[in-house]
């Protein structure tokens, strides 16, 4: 995605670019949903270690 797009994508900005642009927005965004998912999972993963060795003591 090109630097110069707006952070926040509204309506009438997206209607402007490109479907090469658009393409582009979705892959990135794509990339970084399933980045967050795997860190939410990691989390999650680490928060239920901590209760179990908290069970434990």
């Keep these: 995605m090109e630097k110069d797009l707006p952070l926040k994508l509204e309506r009438e900005t997206l209607l402007q670019l490109a479907p090469e642009q658009l ?8 990339i970084a949903t399933e980045k967050l998912n795997s860190r939410i999972l ?5 928060l239920e270690k901590l209760k179990v060795s908290r069970e434990i003591e």
Excluded: N, R, S
Excluded at 42 to 46: H, I, T, Y
């Design 23 to 30: 393409v582009d927005i979705i892959v990135e965004q794509a």
């Design 42 to 46: 990691k989390l999650e993963q680490e």
